[in-house]
């Protein structure tokens, strides 16, 4: 009878020293926390027997610990060194150096523009004149155009006309023109040159042109019947 009481007491006494050792007897708890759960998974658990239990042992917090915890990384580097980049499919760069396809940051300076050329002044290298101001005056200066004949009633007479354009900036207010007239014979011999003079069609404003028509004449007895006169060349004075 007593031997049958020992051996029902044998398991619950068990159970009641496996709690205690986990909270006590094995050492400090971990971080504040003590395994629950059923120790023997069934029956078949005998003491002295070193079985691992089927089911996870889940430890709950105890009355009075740190709420602390602390955790691990996997990616931290263990005591064998720092991690392999190749093995990560991480990229490095050497120190001093640039990544392809960026800038140093101060360095890029902005595009720029194209010079733009700009055109030279009108007139660029001539003084131009003041405004208000009058250009000096220029004496007159005349020209003569190729004398136009026409015949008259007389044959020692024609008709001579002369354009006379000044080309200065004064006017001419008097002057002459001379006609060398040729005598010419009935074989077309030129006999000889005579010259007369008719006043200019005074005044002739500075850059204006006056035509005038003239009645150029010699003595008569000088152009025989067979005879005539032409009028060559004119020349002109003024003042």
């Known amino acids: 009878m007593l031997r049958r009481e020992r051996r029902a007491l044998t398991p619950l006494t068990l159970l009641v020293l496996a709690a205690a050792c986990l909270t006590g007897c094995g050492g400090p708890a971990r971080d504040g926390y003590a395994a629950a759960g059923a120790v023997a998974p069934g029956p078949e658990r005998r003491a002295g027997d070193n079985v691992a239990p089927r089911t996870p042992v889940e430890f709950q917090r105890l009355a009075g610990s740190p709420s602390s915890t602390t955790s691990t990384s996997a990616s931290t580097p263990g005591p064998q060194g720092p991690a392999d980049p190749a093995r990560s499919g991480a990229t490095t760069t050497p120190p001093g150096t640039t990544p392809p396809g960026t800038e ?114 010699v003595e008569p007895w000088r152009v025989p019947l067979g005879m005539h006169i032409e009028t060559r060349t004119t020349t002109a004075t003024w003042t």
């Open 104 to 217: 140093p940051p101060g360095t890029a300076e902005p595009p720029q523009p194209p010079p733009v050329a700009t055109p030279p002044a009108p007139g660029a290298g001539t003084p131009a004149p003041k405004p208000g101001t009058t250009p000096p005056a220029t004496p007159a200066k005349l020209t003569l155009s190729p004398p136009t004949r026409t015949p008259a009633a007389e044959r020692w007479c024609e008709n001579v006309t002369v354009a006379f354009t000044n080309t200065g900036t004064t006017p001419t207010r008097s002057g002459t023109v001379s006609f060398a007239t040729h005598i010419i014979g009935a074989l077309g011999i030129d006999w000889a040159t005579i010259t007369t003079a008719q006043p200019l069609p005074a005044p002739i404003p500075g850059g204006t042109t006056k035509t005038q028509t003239y009645a150029v004449c």
